[in-house]
């Protein structure tokens, strides 16, 4: 059963109490103080504290019912002992008196049934700034009373004198080092993450980056790298073919697509103590699902140190990499990092933890040829027996087809273009670039 319990410890403005003597003959016993669990402790905080005691008495009726010993909820009324004041009116205290459970200052307590009566147990409570600095051998004085609701109070007038306590933190913790609490043993800085597996032990770190400061950021780096395609003239900047869509082509027999300098960057502000992996996929599209062709013999690991750091290397999807899998047509290379969640907390952000690269998979190079005249010059382009699809992009000006029609074996093409660069295409397969 859960209620409320308060630890009252602010000066405010004096308050008035209603004795309720009827009630107040049900004695408090077993009070217990002791130090709150350590995974509810926090680092260079004063150590939370519980309140536990006994109600000793039959019928006791707790809750919120009318004839409910404390219906308004348990309190502990608290002030150090070297503080003078004269009655329990002007106590120190924090908060309302009115049971509002959304009040923040309203701590949960539990009861459990005993013989004759209940066990009230308060969850950690930690103790006001307002009492700092507190020493080791500080000694405070405290006096449990319940509240019926409003104004009435379950105490006599003899009950202050005969129910107030004391305690002292090394009362309660023999073998603390000071009133502070300053980590497990197990855990030295107090981030979370046991000595063992902590990588900075000796400073507070995120349990995301294995217990040490800021949070790593791993992207794969656009602006580093080159795609290099089976055709002629297939070799360019990653992100040039990003930005044009450019489809560089892969042969079933024997080809493959090199990238050169595949570049992993931190950007974060963390060191990265992992050992990152990037993974290829063909897709469709350009997500990553289920269905995607994994080339998981082309799997890269790569060592990634503080911010900025980076780290780079080349790989070869081969033809034979997608063999038979796949029919011939166009597809996304995609390039990501930890596509199996390797990595925890805010290692990656996934709206930049991969590339897609538009691909062309074919069997083997046309063998026919047709001829482009651009004025200057003649470009021999390959071709299929029958007729194929030549598009010509302006890479200067559109990102669309300026030329988009079909070419047969052995045509000879008369084109009359503007000063500019362009890319030639064949059946969607890159050709080469020409510049006029």
């Not at 939370?48 to 006791?60: E, H, M, T, V």
């Not at 009861?111 to 700092?132: D, K, M, Y």
């Not at 390797?342 to 952000?349: F, I, V, Y």
Request: charged share 20%; net charge negative.
């Amino acid at each position: 059963m859960k209620k409320s319990i308060i630890i009252l410890c602010l000066f405010l403005s004096k308050m008035s109490f209603s004795q309720y003597s009827n009630y107040s003959v049900v004695p408090i016993e077993n009070i217990n103080i002791t130090l709150a669990e350590e995974d509810n402790q926090v680092v260079g905080e004063i150590y939370k504290i519980r309140f536990s005691f006994d109600l000793i008495a039959d019928n006791i009726q707790l809750g919120y019912g009318s004839n409910a010993l404390a219906r308004g909820g348990w309190y502990v009324f608290l002030k150090k002992k070297t503080a003078i004041i004269e009655d329990f009116n002007k106590w120190p205290i924090v908060g309302s008196t009115s049971g509002n459970p959304n009040n923040t200052n309203f701590i949960n307590y539990s009861t459990t049934a005993i013989t004759n009566g209940f066990r009230v147990t308060s969850e950690p409570i930690q103790l006001s700034s307002n009492f700092s600095p507190v020493n080791f051998d500080t000694e405070y004085e405290f006096i449990i009373v319940g509240n019926r609701g409003g104004n009435f109070w379950t105490y006599t007038s003899s009950y202050f004198s005969n129910n107030l306590q004391s305690f002292k933190f090394n009362d309660i913790c023999t073998d603390c080092d000071s009133v502070i609490y300053g980590g497990s043993i197990d855990d030295i800085d107090g981030d979370g993450i046991n000595n063992d597996n902590d990588r900075c032990p000796d400073e507070f770190g995120n349990v995301s980056n294995f217990g040490c400061k800021g949070n790593p950021d791993l992207v794969i780096d656009t602006e580093k790298g080159r795609v290099i395609g089976d055709s002629s003239s297939q070799n360019n900047s990653l992100q040039r073919v990003l930005d044009f869509k450019l489809r560089p082509v892969i042969f079933r027999f024997g080809g493959n697509i090199t990238i050169r300098d595949l570049t992993i960057k931190n950007i974060g502000d963390g060191i990265s103590l992992h050992a990152p992996h990037v993974d290829f996929y063909i897709s469709t599209d350009s997500r990553l699902s289920n269905d995607d062709l994994h080339i998981s013999n082309r799997t890269l690991n790569y060592g990634i140190g503080g911010p900025g750091s980076s780290s780079k290397k080349d790989v070869s999807i081969e033809g034979a990499d997608i063999g038979n899998r796949l029919p011939y047509g166009n597809y996304y290379l995609i390039i990501m990092i930890d596509s199996d969640n390797d990595l925890r907390g805010s290692e990656l952000s996934r709206d930049n933890n991969a590339v897609y690269i538009p691909i062309n998979y074919t069997g083997t190079l046309p063998s026919g040829k047709a001829s482009i005249n651009l004025g200057d010059s003649v470009i021999k382009v390959p071709v299929n027996n029958s007729e194929s699809n030549l598009k010509i992009y302006d890479l200067n000006n559109s990102n669309s087809a300026l030329i988009n029609q079909n070419i047969s074996q052995g045509d000879n093409m008369n084109l009359y273009l503007k000063p500019s660069i362009y890319a030639i295409y064949v059946n969607d397969r890159y050709v080469k670039k020409v510049k006029i």
